[in-house]
């Protein structure tokens, strides 16, 4: 798939793409990446893309002009008869549908994305209504520009694509992963995850030294037994979702053994 960047800071994504699962993907032609300087759209002396608000208040708005001769330039159907299920242009901006790692999966699922980053106090209004098929909000807080929430949508998108990962199985059995029922793999065998709740948070992770500054890794994990290792990863994912976010849980498909154990932690679901 190919990624759009359009910014004014062309700049900042060139450690980004150069490193790590983002790195290898991009050297091995997995997925593309081409960046924009959104002051090449503008025409005057100065190179001026932003502008006063209308309305007064405080900083600078992002003018629409620079931003739709942009969006022009890569040759994409108009928004009218833009196919959303292959290609979508997307406003990065705090008053967006928040990203997730679902909304990660939709896009893994296009050929074509478009970020506009946005800037200063924010973007013309007028470049969502006529331009963007979306607008997403990496989380809610403010950011000094879309640069790095346009780095988190490319990585979390990327890394679900086919081929980018050394073990494909690893993008579905994590933290926010789909339930049983949509991940890959067989069950039975050796324990994986937790996926039969759906979009809990991962379990605890222990490797060697078997003890480190007092702590040892929980006997259950030591013994091999699969049944009881499943049992006890799914109570942690349970316990660390409860305690970390415990508003997944709503959303959360909870046998009847689930719910008595979150009732046995305080949980009143």
Known sequence: MRFDLITIFPEFFTSILSHGVLGRAVTGGRVEVAIHDLRSFAHDRHRTVDDRPFGGGEGMVLKPEPLAEAVESLELPDKARRDRGREQVILLSAQGERFTQGAARELAGLERVVLLCGRYEGVDERVAELLCDRELSVGDFVLSGGELAAALVVDATTRLLPGVLGNEASSEYESFGP???GAAGKPGGAPRSTHGAGGLLDYPH?????EFRGRTVPEVLTQGDHAAIRRWRRERALEKTWRNRPDL???????QEDRAFLAGLGWRG
């Open 179 to 181: 339930d049983d029922a």
């Open 206 to 210: 222990y490797t060697r030294p078997a």
């Open 249 to 255: 849980l709503a959303r959360a498909a909870l046998s």
